[in-house]
C-alpha cells in the first residue's frame, strides 16, 4: 500500500525566515511519482512540482527548493525568505502511475508566515 | 490554455437531496478525476476517467454516488439522498495522458454543506 506522512501539522516563521517542510513516503513500487501542491485559503490545489522515482537530482526555483531522497523515503521543500504570500496549505502527494495515476496525499502542512 | 472549472463553487443543501457537480477540464485533457477533501485532511480519490471510460471508483464512492463523462468532455459527479457525511469539497482534476510526464491540474472545488 501507498502512503505520504507529512509530519508537521502547523508552521509557523516570520517573514524572510527559511522553512523546510517534511515529506516521507512509503511504495513498493520501483517506479513512482511525487508532488508537491500549494492549496491557499481559495482552495484551489496549484501544482509546484514533479519529480520522477529514476530522477534524484535536487531541484530549485526561485526561492523554491526540493530535496529529493530515495535512502530515506523522503522529498522535502523548502522555501527560502518565506514571504507572507506564501501562506498556504502545501500538500505531498505520490503516483504509483499505471492505469490510474490516483495521487495519494498527505494530511497536509499549514504555513503561516507572519509579517 | 484555460484551468479546470467547477460550478457551483458553493452548495448548500438540505439532507436527503440530491446534487450535481460540474467539472470542465483544460481542452484536449483526456483524463479527469474526482478527489473529496473533508477539513484538515488531503484530497482522497473518489473516480477517474479515461476520455469517457469511467475506469475506477473508489470504495469511498458508495452507490449514492455517480459520475459521467459523456463525450469525453465535461464530467457531473451527482449524490443522491446527501448525507451530513457528504458535507466536504469536491475537487476535479485533468491530466493529459502522458506517462512519467503526466501532471494533474486542479479546479477551483465545490464546497458542499449538507444541514
Known amino acids: 500500500a501507498q502512503k505520504v506522512t507529512q509530519a508537521q501539522t502547523e508552521i509557523s516563521v516570520v517573514e524572510k525566515e527559511d522553512v523546510t517542510l517534511d515529506c516521507v513516503y512509503e511504495?513498493?513500487?520501483?517506479?513512482?511519482?511525487l508532488f508537491w501542491y500549494k492549496q491557499p485559503p481559495s482552495g484551489e490545489l496549484v501544482f509546484l512540482i514533479r519529480?520522477?522515482?529514476?530522477?534524484?537530482q535536487n531541484e530549485i526555483s526561485g526561492r523554491y527548493s526540493w530535496n529529493f531522497q530515495k535512502s530515506t523515503s523522503s522529498f522535502n521543500f523548502t522555501i527560502t525568505a518565506s514571504q507572507v504570500v506564501d501562506s498556504a496549505v502545501y500538500f505531498c502527494?505520490?503516483?504509483?502511475?499505471?492505469?490510474?495515476?490516483?495521487?495519494?496525499f498527505g494530511t497536509g502542512t499549514l504555513l503561516a508566515v507572519q509579517p | 490554455d484555460t484551468g479546470v472549472s467547477q460550478n457551483p463553487r458553493h452548495k448548500i443543501t438540505k439532507r436527503g437531496q440530491n446534487v450535481t457537480f460540474r467539472c470542465d477540464p483544460i481542452?484536449?485533457?483526456?483524463?479527469l478525476y474526482w478527489y473529496r477533501q473533508t477539513l484538515g485532511q488531503g484530497p482522497e480519490f473518489l473516480t477517474y476517467?479515461?476520455?469517457?471510460?469511467?475506469?475506477?471508483k473508489s470504495r469511498l464512492l458508495s452507490d449514492r454516488f455517480s459520475a459521467e463523462r459523456p463525450k469525453g468532455s465535461f464530467s457531473t459527479l451527482e449524490i443522491q439522498r446527501t448525507e451530513q457525511g457528504d458535507s466536504a469539497m469536491y475537487l476535479c482534476?485533468?491530466?493529459?495522458?502522458?506517462?512519467?510526464?503526466?501532471?494533474?491540474?486542479f479546479g477551483p472545488g465545490t464546497r458542499l454543506l449538507v444541514l
Open positions: 502527494a505520490l503516483s504509483v502511475g499505471g492505469a490510474t495515476n490516483k495521487l495519494i
Open positions: 511504495t513498493r513500487d520501483t517506479t513512482y511519482y
Open positions: 476517467f479515461q476520455n469517457e471510460a469511467q475506469l475506477e
Open positions: 519529480r520522477n522515482s529514476f530522477d534524484e
Open positions: 482534476a485533468s491530466s493529459r495522458q502522458g506517462g512519467f510526464q503526466e501532471t494533474q491540474y
Open positions: 481542452s484536449e485533457h483526456n483524463r
